[in-house]
């Protein structure tokens, strides 16, 4: 099936440039228009290989700008089709890593979620909504993968001690993280990937804690809907059986308060701007491993390499589609069927809300932004308020265990079935949606 679907995507590419270039070389269509109809091929192309998972995503990242650089086709140069590997915001994830890394290995994070579940004295729903706010804290500022990572086998130990289903607690952990994340430029890929496609438009980025401005809403509100509902409609499940050994023995503890202090120090400059943001986090990064909380192995095994490559291959097909004019010709026709800015906002958002639960939300954002920045011109409106609800709609995603990565790393844990994130989270997406259309707009005026 995989390999049928990679032909297939094969073949609508090599269709697409043949009667493109049919029609560039016979009817005398404009070179321009034609290398937009191109650019949306390819991007369909990219969305099908996304959506079936047929190829690994970072090889599908890399095929967006193989193709655009490629002799015949030549919507990019290659040197402007690979330069994203340079692109700031990626830099900035790479640091972001590392630095997160640092704070792992000394065993902070794992000092952190031992003194939640202490506090909450055997209570499930106290545990839910300390750990709730613990991991959404942490995952504002470090990776929500390895946040929630370090949890699960101290949730398991104290649901076992304390008589607790895991099934009742692992859920909500992993919606937290994904909603902690939309708090800060660096909890989670989309932010930054916004940022990146305002810049590139000519526009100013958002402050390091403006995404706060909505993402702290919605976390507010998640940790509500689950002390309130939620919790109801989450399985009695138990985990398939695992050992966990006790690894703190294993960290760097002496090291601990160092790394707390790099990464204090990091948003400390950003917040107030005293140092450059990639400067100030490239800084962090460097620290983390020259004063030993991690050695210059684990800084590289802690970069996510998906992540880097989705963003810089994704990165250069934004940038064809608002070269070519792809971005505006399809801006163009969802213009003529949306009557209002709101109209607008609610189409983006339920998009990507639905696309970024069955393929990477970094993917997605790349995809939807810059289509979601040619709308807004379209209308003649602020685009701010279209691409932060594209960010929110691609991380607030409950739906599937594949949504996000700490959706999937709690399924085997919890005991889950597929439906039963359908089941506990399709409440929360609906609030999540609502929120955001209803309030962006007034945070961000069109």
Request: glycine fraction near 8%.
């Given at each position: 099936?995989?390999?049928?679907?990679?032909?297939?995507?094969?073949f609508a590419?090599?269709?697409g440039f043949?009667?493109?270039?049919?029609?560039?070389?016979?009817?005398?269509?404009?070179?321009?228009?034609?290398?937009?109809?191109?650019?949306?091929?390819?991007?369909?192309m990219?969305?099908?290989?996304?959506?079936?998972?047929?190829l690994?995503?970072?090889?599908?990242?890399?095929?967006?700008?193989?193709?655009?650089s490629f002799?015949g086709?030549?919507?990019l140069?290659?040197?402007?089709a690979?330069?994203?590997?340079?692109?700031k915001?990626?830099?900035?994830?790479?640091?972001?890593f590392?630095?997160?890394?640092?704070?792992?290995?000394?065993?902070?994070?794992?000092?952190?979620?031992?003194?939640t579940?202490?506090?909450?004295?055997?209570?499930?729903?106290?545990?839910?909504?300390?750990?709730?706010?613990?991991?959404?804290?942490m995952?504002?500022?470090?990776?929500?993968t390895?946040?929630?990572?370090?949890?699960?086998?101290?949730?398991?130990?104290i649901?076992?001690s304390a008589?607790?289903?895991?099934?009742?607690?692992?859920?909500?952990?992993?919606?937290?993280?994904s909603?902690?994340?939309?708090?800060?430029?660096?909890?989670t890929?989309?932010?930054?990937?916004?940022?990146?496609?305002l810049?590139?438009?000519g526009?100013?980025?958002?402050?390091?804690?403006e995404?706060?401005?909505?993402?702290?809403?919605?976390?507010?509100?998640?940790?509500?809907?689950?002390?309130?509902?939620?919790?109801?409609?989450?399985?009695?499940?138990d985990?398939?059986?695992k050992?966990?050994e006790?690894?703190?023995?294993?960290?760097?503890?002496e090291?601990?308060?160092?790394?707390?202090?790099?990464l204090?120090?990091?948003i400390?400059?950003?917040?107030t701007?005293?140092?450059?943001?990639?400067?100030?986090?490239?800084?962090?990064?460097c620290?983390?491993?020259?004063?030993?909380?991690?050695?210059?192995k684990?800084?590289?095994?802690?970069?996510?390499?998906?992540?880097?490559?989705?963003?810089?291959?994704?990165?250069?097909?934004?940038?064809?589609?608002n070269?070519t004019g792809?971005?505006?010709?399809?801006?163009?026709?969802?213009?003529?069927?949306?009557g209002?800015?709101?109209?607008?906002?609610?189409?983006?958002?339920?998009?990507t809300?639905?696309?970024?639960?069955?393929?990477?939300?970094?993917?997605?954002?790349?995809?939807m932004?810059?289509?979601?920045?040619?709308l807004?011109?379209?209308?003649?409106v602020n685009?701010?308020?279209?691409?932060?609800?594209?960010?929110?709609a691609?991380s607030?995603?409950?739906?599937?265990?594949?949504?996000?990565?700490?959706?999937?790393?709690?399924?085997?844990?919890?005991?889950?079935k597929?439906i039963?994130?359908?089941k506990?989270?399709w409440i929360?997406?609906?609030?999540?949606?609502?929120?955001?259309?209803t309030?962006?707009?007034?945070?961000?005026?069109?």
């Amino acid at each position: 099936m995989k390999k049928a679907l990679i032909i297939i995507s094969i073949f609508a590419l090599i269709l697409g440039f043949v009667s493109v270039t049919f029609a560039d070389t016979y009817t005398g269509v404009n070179a321009f228009n034609s290398k937009a109809i191109m650019t949306i091929i390819i991007l369909i192309m990219v969305a099908v290989l996304f959506l079936t998972d047929a190829l690994p995503l970072p090889i599908t990242a890399m095929l967006a700008p193989i193709t655009l650089s490629f002799p015949g086709i030549d919507i990019l140069t290659s040197a402007d089709a690979f330069k994203e590997f340079g692109n700031k915001w990626v830099v900035l994830f790479m640091a972001a890593f590392i630095i997160g890394e640092a704070v792992f290995k000394t065993g902070f994070a794992d000092k952190v979620g031992r003194a939640t579940v202490k506090a909450a004295n055997a209570s499930q729903l106290k545990l839910t909504i300390l750990i709730m706010i613990t991991i959404g804290f942490m995952s504002a500022f470090l990776s929500n993968t390895g946040t929630i990572a370090v949890f699960i086998p101290i949730v398991i130990g104290i649901c076992a001690s304390a008589n607790i289903k895991p099934g009742k607690i692992l859920m909500p952990m992993a919606f937290a993280a994904s909603l902690g994340g939309t708090m800060t430029l660096v909890g989670t890929p989309p932010n930054a990937i916004v940022n990146s496609a305002l810049e590139s438009a000519g526009l100013e980025p958002f402050g390091f804690f403006e995404f706060a401005k909505i993402g702290a809403i919605l976390f507010i509100a998640g940790v509500l809907y689950h002390a309130l509902i939620g919790y109801r409609l989450l399985p009695d499940t138990d985990p398939i059986t695992k050992s966990f050994e006790n690894k703190r023995l294993e960290y760097r503890t002496e090291k601990m308060w160092i790394s707390v202090a790099i990464l204090v120090f990091v948003i400390l400059m950003t917040a107030t701007k005293m140092i450059p943001l990639v400067t100030a986090f490239m800084l962090g990064a460097c620290l983390a491993v020259s004063t030993g909380c991690i050695t210059m192995k684990e800084a590289f095994d802690s970069i996510s390499w998906t992540t880097i490559f989705l963003f810089a291959g994704m990165i250069p097909l934004g940038t064809a589609m608002n070269t070519t004019g792809a971005a505006k010709l399809i801006a163009d026709i969802v213009v003529s069927h949306v009557g209002s800015p709101i109209a607008l906002l609610a189409a983006t958002f339920i998009i990507t809300a639905i696309v970024t639960n069955f393929m990477s939300n970094t993917a997605t954002t790349v995809l939807m932004t810059p289509i979601g920045i040619a709308l807004a011109n379209g209308f003649g409106v602020n685009p701010e308020p279209i691409v932060i609800g594209i960010a929110m709609a691609a991380s607030a995603c409950f739906l599937t265990p594949i949504a996000t990565p700490p959706n999937t790393i709690v399924l085997e844990y919890g005991g889950y079935k597929f439906i039963d994130y359908l089941k506990a989270g399709w409440i929360l997406q609906v609030i999540v949606a609502i929120l955001s259309i209803t309030l962006i707009p007034i945070i961000w005026p069109f």
